[in-house]
Nanobody, 114 residues
Framework: VQLVESGGDLVQPGGSLRLSCAAS????????MYWVRQAPGKGLEWVSV????????ASADSVKGRFTISRDNTKNVLYLQMNSLKPEDTAVYYC????????WGQGTQVTVSS
């Protein structure tokens, strides 16, 4: 099982980024997938979740209306579209299948700063 995130960057407040997570080594389409983040000096925070067939999604209140989770099961890729970014969104972002597979990526750094 391998999860590889990409797309993190330094962005100004109000900007946008799209994170990607390439999955391999398992049947991606069969699993619910998560984005989780960890801000400097803080614990893990759940961000968004998407069902195996994309029919159901949910997001934390802190990102609701700004972040959108999606997936392409034909390409085995998970996405997180992040709009209206705030400094408090600064964190390392991980894609994960934490419950069924206990699988985590290495993370990608998102820094929101002027």
């Amino acid at each position: 099982v391998q999860l590889v995130e990409s797309g993190g960057d330094l962005v100004q407040p109000g900007g946008s980024l799209r994170l990607s997570c390439a999955a391999s080594g398992f049947t991606f389409s069969q699993y619910w997938m998560y984005w989780v983040r960890q801000a400097p000096g803080k614990g893990l925070e759940w961000v968004s979740v998407i069902s195996s067939g994309s029919g159901r999604t949910a997001s934390a209140d802190s990102v609701k209306g700004r972040f959108t989770i999606s997936r392409d099961n034909t390409k085995n890729v998970l996405y997180l579209q992040m709009n209206s970014l705030k400094p408090e969104d600064t964190a390392v972002y991980y894609c994960a299948c934490p419950h069924a597979l206990d699988a985590w990526g290495q993370g990608t750094q998102v820094t929101v700063s002027s």
